[in-house]
């Protein structure tokens, strides 16, 4: 291998069976050949064909990317590996619950901040806001910096949910 290749971030989108057991074997595989994964949903995608899609968010070198894409189409619940990174436009967003103590200046302070990125308030106390916030996990990132030093008390993350763009479906 190369130690020079660089190591990027992929999003894949895995249409799998909606049965017991399914996540855990994709899973397994992941942590079976030590590959990291940074973000992972799941949710039913069709009530009819009992499909769901998996949104893996993993990072590698372009060699390592393309054996995972290997290995995950060659376990037997699985339709279709997307590697939407690769495959063109895609949308991801990721959704986030940010608990910040503060008051006094740190309070208009961090609901300046939150008008900006769009966030909202939706937990209030006289001494703290939870805010949730939508967007891209770069945006996400940001908003949680910011509000470190405003007294930033805890995070909840639901992960990337991703779809190409366009009218192709499952």
């Known amino acids: 291998m190369n130690k020079d290749e660089p190591i ?10 909606n049965e017991p057991g399914v996540l855990a074997r994709v899973v397994g595989l992941f942590s079976g050949r030590g590959y990291n994964i940074e973000s992972l949903t799941v949710a039913e995608v069709s009530d009819e064909n009992n499909l769901s899609r998996i949104t893996i ?6 060699m390592i990317i393309e054996q995972i894409k290997a290995q995950l189409g060659r376990l037997v619940p699985i ?3 997307s590697d939407l990174t690769l495959e063109g436009p895609h949308v991801d ?6 608990k910040v103590g503060c008051t006094g200046d740190q309070r208009v302070e961090s609901l300046r901040i939150a008008d900006i990125f ?7 106390t006289n001494e703290s806001f939870v805010f949730e916030i939508v967007g891209d ?6 908003f949680i910096d910011l509000m470190r030093p405003l007294g930033l008390k805890d995070i909840s993350r639901t992960g990337v949910a991703a779809i190409a763009r366009g009218t192709a479906s499952l």
């Open 57 to 62: 968010v993993t990072s590698g070198t372009e």
């Open 8 to 17: 990027n971030s992929h999003t894949m989108s895995v249409l799998v069976d």
């Open 93 to 98: 967003r990721e959704l986030a619950l940010v």
């Open 79 to 81: 339709h279709r590996v």
């Open 137 to 142: 996990t770069g945006k996400l990132d940001a």
């Open 118 to 124: 769009r966030a909202r308030v939706v937990d209030s």
